[in-house]
């Protein structure tokens, strides 16, 4: 079945630097575009980075531009969220995320804690 097994985050001063990891099982990964969302207490979820099958393109929230970068590794079925320039409002619970289509459904990470905290 399908699986995204999330290691990273923490807690790190502001303008620090993390980066989340995302191991993907079950599917065929290279076959699909992935996405790291992220929730903050008392928010909606939100999306804050795409990449495709390929990497070769990639796509950012306004808040995160400039500062997180998201690649994929297609030979070890794996995802990342470089984060830098850490502010305290990137303060939430981070998600990977694949949308496998209205028949077989979306999935996602069990979730990693960023704090973002001096």
């Known amino acids: 079945q399908v699986q995204l097994v999330q290691s990273g985050g923490g807690l790190v001063q502001p303008g620090g630097s993390l980066r989340l990891s995302c191991a993907a099982s079950?599917?065929?990964?290279?076959?699909?575009?992935m996405r790291w969302y992220r929730q903050a207490p008392g928010k909606e979820r939100e999306l804050v980075a795409y990449?495709?099958?390929?990497?070769?393109?990639?796509d950012y929230a306004d808040s995160v531009k400039g500062r997180f970068t998201i690649s994929r590794d297609n030979a070890k079925n794996a995802l990342y969220l470089q984060m830098n320039s850490l502010k305290p409002e990137d303060t939430a619970v981070y998600y990977c995320?694949?949308?496998?289509?209205?028949?077989?459904?979306?999935?996602w990470g069990q979730g990693t804690q960023v704090t973002v905290s001096s």
């Open positions: 990449i495709d099958m390929t990497g070769a393109n990639t």
């Open positions: 079950g599917f065929t990964f290279r076959t699909y575009p």
């Open positions: 995320n694949v949308n496998r289509g209205p028949v077989i459904g979306t999935f």
